[in-house]
Structure formats: structure tokens, C-alpha cells
T-cell receptor, first 111, second 114 residues
Framework: GQQLNQSPQSMFIQEGEDVSMNCTSS?????WLWYKQEPGEGPVLLIA?????ELTSNGRLTAQFGITRKDSFLNISASIPSDVGIYFC???????????FGKGTTLSVSS | KAGVTQTPRYLIKTRGQQVTLSCSPI?????VSWYQQTPGQGLQFLFE???????NKGNFPGRFSGRQFSNSRSEMNVSTLELGDSALYLC?????????????FGEGSRLTVL
């Protein structure tokens, strides 16, 4: 079945650093989404992207929908301790189909 | 506005038993999806229900089943439990059927199979 390759698998950074993670697929997607999961919680939607080339920000977070429609990246600027968690990319290849999730990037931030 | 509610939050079962998990979606949301989360496989899609009908199904054996009631609440059942079924089971709701991909997740039901 379809798979999303998310990298890196984990990151250990200092507070204040910028972070970049990405997600690639061999298939085209019409929607890319980024979720964050904190311990003991379910994933929470951060950013949704619906158009190739779209660049969207949510506070210190910026995500882009790749022009080929096969990739997306998420940047976090000036990281803070509460950014700790697992970040998942998710793709949907057409309306009415289930979301496919990447395996996540675990972010650790030291102060 | 109340979020997605899943019960029970934790449960322990033994091999061969069955289990039923419950999910109450956000008020007004008519679609409910279920995912299995494990450290090795990440989030794997189980199924999606909309208007009491299963609309999408993932690649899981028939031991995994679900249903949705007229009030949009959903249950999933796993029969003849195996050790590998130990996982966090997440329910997510959305207003419509797989429209935008924007899902609202519950906190999950953590199942341990001994």
C-alpha cells in the first residue's frame, strides 16, 4: 500500500534552534497535513495544505505542499520546550479516502 | 465544545479474549475513523464510518470490526486477541466523510494483551 517516508526519525535540539522535517511519497497526494502528538494525548492538527506549492504558517510553524505533490516539509522556528512531541505528516490522495500517516519525527528540546 | 471521548482509557486482556472500545465524536461530527498506533508501525488506518455505514477499510484482518450508531457514536471490536494487538487505539472524528482530511483525535484506548 501507499507509504509516507518521514525524516528524520528523531531530533535532539537546543532551545532557540530552528527545526526542519519532511515527508515524501512515491504517490501524488491532494492534501498534506501535519499533526503533533504529546505524551498521553491524541494527535492534534497543526497545519493543513490543499494546493501544490502552498506555503502556510501557524505561529512559529511553517509548512509547504511540494510542487510535485509528492512531498511536504514542516519548519519550526526558535524552538521552545513545549515543542517536544511527535510530529506526523499525513496525506490524502483524494477526497473520500483515508488519511495515510508517516511514522513520525520525535522532537526533543533541551533548555 | 467537548472533544472526542474514548473509553476505556486503559485495559488489559489475555490472548483469545475479545474487547470492545467506544468513541463519542465531537457534537455535530458525523464521521468517525479508527487508527491503531504502535511504536513500530506508527498510525495504521482501521476503518471509517459515516452515517452508520463503513466507508473505508484498512488492511486489517476480519477480527477487527466496528460499527456506528445513529447518534454517530462508534464502537470497535477485536476478537480472539493476539499479543500483537497490543497498541493505542485512536478514534478521530470529522464533520463530513473524509472531506478535508482534518481529523480531531481522542486520547486513545491503550490495550495490553498478555
Amino acid at each position: 500500500g501507499q507509504q509516507l517516508n518521514q525524516s528524520p526519525q528523531s531530533m535532539f535540539i537546543q532551545e532557540g534552534e530552528d527545526v526542519s522535517m519532511n515527508c515524501t511519497s512515491s504517490s501524488i497526494f491532494n492534501t498534506w497535513l501535519w499533526y503533533k502528538q504529546e505524551p498521553g494525548e491524541g494527535p492534534v492538527l497543526l497545519i493543513a495544505l490543499y494546493k501544490a506549492g502552498e506555503l502556510t504558517s501557524n505561529g512559529r510553524l511553517t509548512a509547504q505542499f511540494g510542487i510535485t505533490r509528492k512531498d511536504s516539509f514542516l519548519n519550526i522556528s526558535a524552538s521552545i520546550p513545549s515543542d517536544v512531541g511527535i510530529y506526523f505528516c499525513a496525506g490524502q490522495n483524494q477526497a473520500g479516502t483515508a488519511l495515510i500517516f508517516g511514522k513520525g519525527t520525535t522532537l526533543s528540546v533541551s533548555s | 465544545k467537548a472533544g472526542v471521548t474514548q473509553t476505556p482509557r486503559y485495559l488489559i486482556k489475555t490472548r483469545g479474549q475479545q474487547v470492545t472500545l467506544s468513541c463519542s465524536p465531537i457534537s455535530g461530527h458525523r464521521s468517525v475513523s479508527w487508527y491503531q498506533q504502535t511504536p513500530g508501525q506508527g498510525l495504521q488506518f482501521l476503518f471509517e464510518y459515516f452515517s452508520e455505514t463503513q466507508r473505508n477499510k484498512g488492511n486489517f484482518p476480519g477480527r477487527f470490526s466496528g460499527r456506528q450508531f445513529s447518534n454517530s457514536r462508534s464502537e470497535m471490536n477485536v476478537s480472539t486477541l493476539e499479543l500483537g494487538d497490543s497498541a493505542l487505539y485512536l478514534c478521530a472524528s470529522s464533520r463530513d466523510f473524509s472531506g478535508t482530511g482534518e481529523l480531531f483525535f481522542g486520547e486513545g484506548s491503550r490495550l495490553t494483551v498478555l
